[in-house]
């Protein structure tokens, strides 16, 4: 009954790959999330989509592409990948009102060679 | 947003309540004040957030000053578990899925046994 999941856990690649993370929420939510957390620790967002409508887009280069084929699903994919793109990877989700409240998924550790 | 500053590490003995100060001196009428916490390696994990008046749930309470631009999040009976980096964020609601929440560096919270 997880609420937020990503696939895969883990994502080891070389440079220069394209990759797809794919994220899936069960909470009935409007709204779901990427974000990214650094080697520093620091969690930014990349990316919004409020019923299949991008609403956040950070500035992140264009390589970065979300996808929301419905209200439930919420997948990045990454071209061309570079050693700067190894981090974790969060997406989370919220039912937009007044005071959302976001929930995360596990995360997805990325590792570019 | 506003900014929000906290201590950069604090220890709790366990069973002892944890008391986690937050400074939003240039908060606005507007801005609740949400809480969450990130346990090593996994994704954030909402606790408590308010406006104005004081709130408590199962997690924790939240305390916030009459000027409202301070507040401290309390975990009444620490555990090891509650080991974590806290994340103070001070934000307006939404209604349209484009209000980001903002990560500062938190307060990384250690457990004493």
């Known amino acids: 009954d997880t609420a937020v999941s990503q696939t895969p856990k883990y994502l080891v690649t070389q440079m220069g790959n394209d990759k797809s993370i794919k994220c899936e929420q069960n909470l009935g939510h409007d709204t779901m999330y990427w974000y990214k957390q650094d080697s520093k620790k620091f969690l930014k967002i990349m990316f919004s989509?409020?019923?299949?409508?991008?609403?956040i887009n950070e500035t992140v280069p264009n390589r970065f592409s979300p996808k929301s084929p419905d209200k439930a699903h919420l997948n990045l994919h990454i071209n061309s990948l570079e050693l700067g793109d190894s981090a974790v990877y969060f997406c989370a989700s919220s039912q937009v009102i007044r005071t959302d409240t976001q929930y995360f998924g596990p995360g997805t550790r990325l590792t570019v060679l | 947003d506003a900014k929000t500053t906290q201590p950069p590490s604090m220890d709790c003995a366990e069973g002892r309540a944890a008391n986690l100060p937050c400074n939003h001196s240039t908060i606005s009428g507007n801005e609740y004040v949400y809480w969450y916490r990130q346990i090593h390696s996994q994704g954030p994990q909402y606790i408590i957030h308010?406006?104005?008046n004081n709130e408590t749930n199962e997690m924790a309470s939240l305390i916030i000053t009459e000027d409202r631009k301070s507040s401290t999040l309390i975990l009444p009976h620490a555990t090891l578990r509650d080991t974590a980096v806290y994340y103070c964020?001070?934000?307006?609601?939404?209604?349209?899925?484009?209000?980001?929440?903002?990560f500062g560096t938190g307060t990384r919270l250690t457990i004493i046994p």
């Open positions: 964020i001070v934000r307006v609601g939404s209604n349209f899925g484009n209000e980001k929440l903002t």
């Open positions: 308010g406006l104005k």
């Open positions: 989509y409020n019923n299949k409508e991008l609403i």
